[in-house]
C-alpha cells in the first residue's frame, strides 16, 4: 500500500503566503515525478507545479515566480511554496507521484498516486 499524506493548506489573505507539504509512505522502491494539481469550483483539475527525482521543474504560468516547488528525496517529501497568493489560486491542491511499488522478490509496479487533496482558500 502506498499513500501520499498532504498537510498546509487554509485560509490566507491576498497577498499572502503557504506552504504545502506531501508525504509518500509505503513500499516504495523509487519516487520519479512528484507534483501539485489544483481544481477550483467549476474547473478541471490542472497542474501547478511538478518535479522529477532529478530537479527537473515545470510550472503553470499562472504561478510562476511566485510558487517555488522542492523535495526531500530521503524523505520521500514534496513542497509547495506559494508566495503573493492570489483568490485565483483557491481550490483544492492535490499531490501526485509517479512511482515505483516495491512488491518484493526484485517485482515492482508502477503507479500513479494520489493525495486526498487539501484546501486553499485566498479571501480577505
Known amino acids: 500500500q502506498v499513500q501520499l499524506v498532504e498537510s498546509g493548506g487554509g485560509l490566507v489573505q491576498p497577498g499572502g503566503s503557504l506552504r504545502l507539504s506531501c508525504a509518500a509512505s509505503?513500499?516504495?522502491?523509487?519516487?520519479?515525478?512528484m507534483g501539485w494539481y489544483r481544481q477550483a469550483p467549476g474547473k478541471d483539475r490542472e497542474l501547478v507545479a511538478a518535479?522529477?527525482?532529478?530537479?527537473?521543474?515545470n510550472y503553470a504560468n499562472s504561478v510562476r515566480g511566485r510558487f517555488t516547488i522542492s523535495r526531500d528525496n530521503a524523505k520521500n517529501t514534496v513542497f509547495l511554496q506559494m508566495n503573493s497568493l492570489k483568490p485565483e489560486d483557491t481550490g483544492v491542491y492535490y499531490c501526485?507521484?509517479?512511482?515505483?511499488?516495491?512488491?518484493?522478490?526484485?517485482?515492482?509496479?508502477?503507479?500513479?498516486?494520489w493525495g486526498q487533496g487539501t484546501l486553499v482558500t485566498v479571501s480577505s
Open positions: 501526485n507521484a509517479d512511482l515505483l511499488q516495491s512488491l518484493g522478490y526484485n517485482r515492482y509496479l508502477p503507479l500513479d498516486v
Open positions: 509505503g513500499s516504495i522502491f523509487s519516487i520519479n515525478t
Open positions: 518535479q522529477t527525482n532529478g530537479g527537473s521543474t
